[in-house]
C-alpha cells in the first residue's frame, strides 16, 4: 500500500509537472520579435551582446543598466527623449535578454565591471554617464567609485546594494533549491504575480508587458544564468566606496517601491556628496517604466 500511494504522488507530481512544463523558446522565434537590426548584435570581447547605439555619434554618451531579471527594453520609454541630445547605448547583461550566457558562467559584479570597460572600449568612449537601475544601479555605483576618469554621471533608479533580507554582505544569498525548478517550470501567470509587487499600480502590468519579461526569459540558458547571477551576488558594505564617488549624481525612486522601499534613499544621499534625489509619486521599483514622462524630466534636467 505505501508503494501504491508514493506510485500515485509521483504520478500526480509527474502530471503536475508535465502540465507547467515551460520549456525554452527558439532563439530564431525571439529574435523576429525583439532583434531590432541584425547590426545590434555585437562580439565585445569574450561575450556576444544584443546592443543598441543610438543618436547623435559625437554627442555625450549615456550607457544604459538593466536589473535583474529586466532586458535593454526595459529604457524603452526613456530612450528617444534622450536621443535628441546624447549618445543611447543600452545592452542585455550576459544571459538576460538577447544576450546568450556568460561563456565563462561568471555572473559576478567584478566581472559586470569588466564587461562595461569593454563595451566602453570597444564604442571609443573615454567617458559616459552611467544609468542603472537597481542591481545595473549597484553595477554603476561601483563602476563610478573604481572608475570615475570614466564616469560623466551617475543616474541611479532604485539602486541595489545595501545589505537586505536574505543578502547579509560577505556571503551568497541562500537560494532555496525549489527555485531550480525555474529552469524547466516558469508558466507566464506564475511570473505576472512575481512581477506585480514591482508595479503600484495594478493595471500598468498590461499582458504585453507580462509577454514580453515572460518570452525573453524563456531565452535559451537565460532562466539558469539568472540563477547562477543570484548565487553569484556577494554584497560588501557600500558605504567605503560611495563615498569614493565624485560625478554628479541623482537618484530617482519610486515613491510607492516595494522592492527596494524609498526610504533607502537615505543612505545613498548621506554617503554620496552632492547627490540628489527625485522621488515619483505614484511610482514603483520601476519608475522608468510606470511613470516614464515625469521621471525622464528629471533625467534630462540633470543631465542638462
Known amino acids: 500500500m505505501k508503494r501504491l500511494g508514493l506510485m500515485l504522488m509521483l504520478t500526480v507530481l509527474a502530471l503536475l509537472t508535465w502540465g507547467l512544463w515551460t520549456p525554452d523558446l527558439p532563439r530564431a522565434e525571439l529574435e523576429s520579435r525583439y532583434l531590432e537590426a541584425r547590426s545590434d548584435e555585437r562580439t565585445v570581447g569574450p561575450w556576444h551582446l544584443h546592443l543598441r547605439d543610438s543618436g547623435p555619434r559625437q554627442a555625450p554618451a549615456v550607457v544604459f543598466l538593466h536589473g535583474f531579471g529586466a532586458s535593454l527594453q526595459t529604457w524603452d520609454a526613456w530612450s528617444p527623449g534622450l536621443m535628441k541630445t546624447h549618445r543611447v547605448i543600452r545592452f542585455d547583461l550576459p544571459g538576460s535578454g538577447l544576450s546568450p550566457p556568460d561563456p565563462a558562467n561568471d555572473y559576478t559584479d567584478a566581472r559586470s565591471l569588466q564587461l562595461l570597460l569593454h563595451v ?3 564604442l571609443g568612449l573615454s567617458r559616459a554617464t552611467l544609468v542603472g537601475h537597481s542591481m545595473g544601479g549597484r553595477i554603476a555605483w561601483t563602476f563610478a567609485a573604481q572608475h570615475p576618469e570614466r564616469t560623466e554621471r551617475l543616474v541611479l533608479v532604485a539602486p541595489d ?12 544569498p541562500q537560494v532555496p533549491a525549489i527555485m531550480g525548478w525555474m529552469r524547466h517550470v516558469l508558466p507566464q501567470f506564475v511570473l505576472r504575480m512575481n512581477l506585480k509587487s514591482a508595479y503600484a499600480q495594478a493595471d500598468f502590468l498590461s499582458d504585453a508587458l ?15 544564468a539568472m540563477l547562477e547571477r543570484l548565487k553569484q551576488t556577494v554584497l560588501q558594505d557600500p558605504v567605503p566606496l560611495l563615498r569614493q564617488i565624485k560625478a554628479p549624481t541623482l537618484l530617482v525612486w519610486g515613491e510607492a ?4 522601499p524609498s526610504s533607502n534613499a537615505r543612505d545613498y544621499l548621506l554617503a554620496i556628496e552632492g547627490s540628489r534625489l527625485f522621488l515619483s509619486p505614484g511610482a514603483g521599483h520601476l519608475p522608468h517604466e510606470e511613470a516614464a514622462e515625469v521621471s525622464l524630466q528629471a533625467v534630462v534636467d540633470f543631465l542638462r
Open 120 to 122: 566602453l572600449d570597444d
Open 161 to 172: 546594494g545595501f545589505a537586505s533580507e536574505g543578502f547579509e554582505y560577505g556571503k551568497p
Open 210 to 224: 507580462t509577454t514580453r519579461y515572460h518570452e525573453l526569459l524563456l531565452a535559451p540558458g537565460a532562466r539558469g
Open 257 to 260: 517601491d516595494a522592492i527596494i
